[in-house]
């Protein structure tokens, strides 16, 4: 079966600082993989999807990038984290390309 | 533009009723619809995904999609307080890697 992790669970970074959150996904190969951002009482934001390695789209513009170094890991990073940064994120997976997504457990970020 | 809205509720239904929850999307071309159940605080769990118009039953749960009317929604019956939640809506889009989801309905079912 397969299971995805992500981590930390939580977070506390000061503005300015780096941020590197990082998702695998077991029991599959070649997953389409995503990264969300759900702020407080919001939606769900697609930030960065993958359809393979080293292949990212982006959807919306800001100080957050995304790598995939191997099939089954999807990085989220920033050089230096902004407030409006803060939010629950949420990497997810599919096996093909109209099939459900399952999410990982979420890391909570705070930028203070 | 928002490509899925949804009624932000808050939704409250007494035990034993039927939650019916809707959802309008704007991408004519989407495939593929996908309702989600998350708790506070925790990620979103699929609960049901429907390709073809008409319905889909799973238990409690029923999944409508009106590919014409570009409208899909959840049917939960006899409604339990563990159903208490925030109920996403999720659209695949035509171009089948993107999936945009709705701010999600509050639901609250009264013991």
């Known amino acids: 079966s397969q299971t995805i992790h992500q981590w930390p669970a939580t977070l506390v970074q000061p503005v300015g600082s780096p941020l590197s959150l990082e998702c695998t996904v077991e029991g599959t190969s070649n997953p389409n993989l995503y990264w969300y951002r759900q702020a407080a009482g919001r939606g769900l934001q697609l930030l960065f999807y993958s359809v393979g390695i080293g292949q990212i789209s982006s959807e919306v513009p800001q100080n957050l990038s995304a790598s995939r170094p191997q099939d089954r890991q999807f990085i989220l990073s920033s050089k230096k984290l902004l407030l409006s940064d803060s939010g629950f994120y949420l990497c997810?997976?599919?096996?093909?390309?109209?099939?459900?997504?399952?999410f990982g457990n979420g890391t909570r970020l705070t930028v203070t | 533009q928002k490509e899925v809205e949804q009624n932000s509720g808050p939704l409250s239904v007494p035990e034993g009723a039927i939650a019916s929850l809707n959802c309008t999307y704007s991408?004519?071309?989407?495939?593929?619809f996908f309702w989600y159940r998350q708790y506070s605080g925790k990620s979103p769990e699929l609960i049901m995904f429907?390709?073809?118009?008409g319905d889909k039953e799973d238990g409690r749960f029923t999944a409508q999609l009106n590919k014409a009317s570009q409208y899909v929604s959840l049917l939960i019956r006899d409604s339990q307080p563990s159903d208490s939640a925030t109920y996403l809506c999720?659209?695949?889009?035509?171009?089948?890697?993107?999936?945009?989801f709705g701010t999600g309905t509050s639901l609250t079912v009264i013991p």
């Open positions: 997810a997976y599919g096996q093909t390309p109209n099939s459900p997504l399952h």
């Open positions: 991408d004519r071309g989407s495939q593929s």
């Open positions: 999720a659209v695949n889009a035509n171009t089948g890697n993107q999936f945009y």
């Open positions: 429907i390709y073809s118009n």
